[in-house]
């Protein structure tokens, strides 16, 4: 069974599921979804892992573009698990996860053994800034399923961005508690290369060198250039306006294209999460990411 297949029974699956209570579909769909993933982990080259809004969309499109001038492909085809593999076999499948439904498919709650043998690219970024775009997330463009299965607070809820951000399951608590889950499971892991947002805005060409040469796919310095240009800001704007990448469904695309926190390609701003909060509420989140792992730098103090 193929992929699209697999996403197709789990629709059917869920249909049929209607009359269950709440918990028990939740329960339902979430193992359905992490079984997908574990495929799709087998068949992988290597894995991109991140907590949402940390970034990924970003080098997704530097990934992309790196890919296409090395295999000879079209722009417009964004990279998609293995897509541009199907289509030059020099290039990767890129496994894209959150480790969210996978848990739920293993048991491995807080073990990340089912990734061992795999090279990891583990994406991170300030806590605050991406439990605030998170929340705009939350509010535009998640899906009312996704949030229902997700643990967020409730489709329509009246919610501040600073309720959200303290949220145990959703906010800065919750992120804080993923990235430390993650730096005491590297010892377990062979291959895990740790990749800063903020590292990343500040010398793109670098940090996407690094990524390309420890997964496998080196490609050259002109081509580097050529990526990170290809997936510059302004020009990533543009690309979600005119809905540019085919076959990406709602990956980059606004939730509404008159409102400019819908879009997917919202600000990209390092420390951008002090603009919606007293310089008091800043000091109480710098007490929640002090509790961080020393490992990712992100020492509880403003940038």
Known sequence: ??????????????????????????????????????????????????????????????????????????????????????????????????????????????????????????????????????FFQWQFRMRPNKKFINDYPPHGADISVWDFVLDQEAGVPRIVDYFNGWARAIPELEDVLVVRYEDMRADPAAALERILAFTGTPVSPAQVREAVEFAAYDNMKKMEQEQFFKGSGARVKPGDRDNPQSFKVRKAKVGGYRDYFTDEQCRQLDGLVVQLDPLFGYSGERA
């Open 1 to 134: 069974m193929g992929d699209k297949a697999r996403v197709a029974a789990r629709h059917i699956i869920m249909l049929l599921c209607c009359w269950l209570s709440a918990p028990r579909r939740k329960k339902i769909e979430r193992w359905l979804r992490g079984r997908e993933e574990f495929i799709k982990l087998q068949r992988s080259d290597w894995v991109l892992m991140s907590w949402g809004k940390s970034g990924r969309t970003w080098l997704r499109v530097m990934l992309s573009r790196a890919y296409q001038l090395k295999g000879g492909l079209d722009a417009s085809e964004l990279l998609d698990f293995d897509n541009l593999r199907r289509r030059n076999a020099q290039l990767p499948a890129v496994f894209f996860s959150h480790n969210n439904y996978l848990r739920d498919y293993t048991g491995n709650r807080e073990s990340k053994r089912h990734f061992r043998g795999k090279r990891i690219v583990l994406l991170v970024r300030d806590p605050r800034d991406v439990a605030v775009s998170q």
